[in-house]
């Protein structure tokens, strides 16, 4: 009971935050100045705020038609989610054009390679092609690999300059989502399973969303276009105040 | 399972790193001007001359003189941030998050007390989230008039 309670409160407030977060975008302007963030928070509503309950309102929670829907557009989500991290490696090589043309190769190259760990498996006669643990296991090496690669374009940012000040907020956020249900989707497989495991991984993804899209709201009302420096006080300030 | 311990270990690594850069990002905010200069004058507020010992002095870690003084900074502060200038009188959420990093650090600084490792970064990330607080309630303050009086002056009769 507390469990569907808490699960109903964080799946709603994920669609609360969405509409907003658009809202907020629009209001503000920053569609032109963030596309990929507002294309991401535009299939986030459709698919996850409009589709998804659609298709449960119109066939129910046990049919199949439900039950592929919600597995093909998390397939979707993720690859919208991997493609932001594209677009931010684009924002923070604005001007790096040397380093950028590395990572145009790099980019889709970490896409196959996550692709063909998935096929691995189906290919050793393990998993069958119709069995969702397939889509299950290319979607947790999806989370891990938009991890890395969101690390090191944290990392990448403490040592290029940023023109865009939202960025590090806004990888942040994207950090949040992605390492979240990782462990989450990790803890599933290595319990085998356990219903224990399976329930805490479902509470864990909206959850990390809801972070990731407070996060957004932060850096798209307080946080200015240019990239911030923290506030030191010269010295012998702390005496004047005395 | 060897690739899933992996993935379980290293993510749980990076989520606990992206919560502690996401508010080291909002710790970042740039405010106009030192407001905390005056919060701190008008509430006998300690946190600067405690960065001041630790940064300039490099004086030895006088553990519990730190700790109760950070403390009472923290609770003279959380109060004024709910009900100085604040006609809500509730905490916005990034202030809860810090308030929970700040609980974080505060933690962590007592575990390496124990492990007997550094104390002064802890020390000095817990000075920076006290000055945040002390910003954001002086440009509060500063954001109302009260007649002629001052932040300082205002926030002595509260």
Not at chain 1, 115 to 121: C, D, G, K, M
Request: contains cysteine; neutral net charge; hydrophobic residues 50%.
């Amino acid at each position: 009971m507390i469990n569907a309670v808490v699960g109903d409160v964080l799946q709603y407030g994920d669609y609360l935050l969405e509409v907003v977060l658009v809202a907020a975008v629009v209001y503000r302007g920053l569609w032109r100045r963030l596309p990929g963030v507002s294309l991401y928070l535009l299939s986030l509503v459709a698919l996850d705020t409009v589709g998804r309950p659609l298709v449960l309102y119109r066939f129910g929670f046990h049919s199949t038609e439900y039950w592929y829907t919600y597995w093909i557009t998390n397939v979707a989500l993720q690859l919208a989610a991997f493609l932001l991290v594209c677009s931010f490696f684009r924002s923070a090589c604005a001007n790096e054009e040397r380093l950028w043309h590395v990572l145009r190769l790099a980019l889709p190259l970490v896409f196959l390679l996550t692709v063909a760990l998935s096929v691995v498996p189906i290919w050793q006669g393990r998993l069958s092609k119709m069995n969702m643990d397939f889509v299950a296991q290319f979607e947790q090496y999806m989370y891990f690999a938009c991890l890395v690669l969101n690390t090191l374009l944290f990392i990448m940012m403490q040592y290029v300059e940023v023109e865009e000040g939202r960025l590090p907020l806004l990888v942040c956020g994207l950090g949040l989502q992605f390492a979240g249900p990782a462990a989450g989707m990790a803890v599933v497989v290595l319990t085998g399973g356990q219903e224990y495991a399976k329930s805490l991984a479902a509470h864990i993804d909206p959850l990390c969303t809801l972070g990731m899209l407070l996060t957004w709201l932060y850096a798209v009302r307080r946080v200015p276009r240019t990239a911030l420096r923290p506030v030191r006080e010269e010295p012998g300030t702390v005496e004047q105040a005395a | 399972m060897f690739a899933a311990s992996v993935i379980l270990i290293v993510s749980a690594a990076l989520f606990l790193f992206y919560l502690q850069a996401t508010c080291q990002k909002i710790l970042a905010h740039k405010f106009d001007q030192a407001y905390y200069l005056t919060i701190a004058d008008a509430n006998r507020l300690e946190f600067p001359f405690v960065r001041k010992a630790l940064e300039e002095f490099r004086a030895p870690v006088d553990y519990p003189w730190v700790c109760m003084t950070l403390k009472c900074d923290y609770l003279a502060l959380t109060y004024l941030l709910k009900n100085a200038a604040n006609a809500k009188h509730t905490y916005t959420r990034e202030e809860r998050l810090l308030m929970l990093y700040f609980r974080a650090i505060f933690f962590a600084l007592f575990t390496a007390r124990l492990l007997k490792l550094a104390e002064k970064p802890a020390i000095l990330k817990l000075t920076e989230i006290l000055q945040h607080f002390a910003d954001i309630v002086g440009e509060r303050v500063n954001q109302v008039r009260f007649g002629d009086l001052s932040a300082s002056d205002y926030l002595i009769t509260l």
